[in-house]
């Protein structure tokens, strides 16, 4: 599988090669220069697999040929074994024909959880194979800072740095942000809205020649492998209501596109016909954090 820039202009990359680069030098996406489709046997298939084996099966199309599928199931066992529901992503009928998926079983109890320690798993076995170290710099409105911190606290190869909107976040978030004492991660509060975060992410980006002095990656939405580690709770649910054979909507509740993006990039793999996969999109734009019974 072979990446492109949405903007054209930046190398083409392998899927670790993504992983580790985060945001392209052209200040574009990466993307698979083709997607990756399933049959309907290929389907069928996957809809008596445990959660963590059916999220390998996914990303072993992403990720090939840099790691395999064996590979996979034991970096996603790994990262779904903290997860306090043996279904990982358990499905709460609502009423008839609306079900709830339940993403707020993590360590954080936050949707993120679900790509974020895929995320920690797979960059220590890059970064392990390459004998290397990179610094993750991210941007949070609280959700996002608090998962990624989880997943790659104590990781030797990794070092973190989230910048977050000062008195702007939950209290909940805050302090799993800010009360981790491994010296890997670094918490700043940044005078400002999530944008201004972001802004400056960006901005350090945009520094080539510092980017790779420094050796930055990311782990928000504009990191592809973060986007393919969301896709299988789509495809799961799908499976889990009848698709391929029949046709599933979606409402997310997001502002933020990335997680909307893995529901496309999930149909996109789907057999033509009869669609997997159709989704609709309600947006909000605080996510109040799930508490546990």
Same mark, same amino acid.
């Given at each position: ?26 200040? !574009? ?76 079983? !993590? ?37 996002? !800072? ?7 606290? !104590? ?139």
């Amino acid at each position: 599988m072979r990446y492109i820039s949405t903007r054209g202009n930046a190398p083409v990359l392998s899927f670790s090669d993504v992983l580790l680069t985060g945001l392209a030098e052209d200040g !574009g996406l990466y993307l698979p220069e083709t997607w990756p489709e399933f049959s309907l046997a290929d389907w069928q298939a996957m809809r008596a697999l445990p959660y963590p084996e059916l999220a390998a099966r996914i990303l072993a199309r992403f990720a090939a040929p840099d790691i395999d599928e064996e590979t996979l199931k034991t970096l996603c066992a790994k990262a779904y074994a903290g997860f306090d529901h043996p279904a990982i992503v358990p499905l709460t009928q609502v009423e008839d024909g609306l079900f709830v998926q339940e993403l707020f079983h !993590g360590p954080t109890l936050a949707f993120k959880d679900m790509a974020m320690q895929v995320l920690g798993q797979l960059f220590e076995h890059v970064l392990t194979q390459r004998d290397d170290h990179v610094t993750i710099v991210g941007a949070t409105s609280g959700d996002t !800072g608090s998962a990624a911190i989880e997943a790659c606290r !104590g990781r030797k190869r990794l070092s973190v740095i989230i910048l977050h909107p000062k008195g702007r976040t939950s209290e909940v978030q805050r302090r799993q942000m800010t009360t981790v004492r491994e010296p890997n991660v670094t918490n700043l509060a940044v005078e400002g809205t999530f944008d201004d975060c972001q802004d400056l992410v960006k901005g350090l980006f945009a520094d080539i020649p510092f980017r790779r002095e420094m050796h930055l990656s990311a782990v928000n939405s504009i990191n592809w492998a973060r986007i393919a580690a969301q896709i299988p709770y789509y495809v799961h649910a799908a499976l889990a209501l009848g698709a391929p054979e029949r046709e599933v909507s979606f409402a997310v509740p997001t502002g933020n596109f990335g997680n909307i993006l893995a529901a496309w990039a999930a149909r996109k793999n789907g057999p033509a016909h009869p669609p997997a996969l159709r989704r609709v999109q309600s947006e909000r734009y605080s996510d109040p954090v799930p508490q546990r019974q």
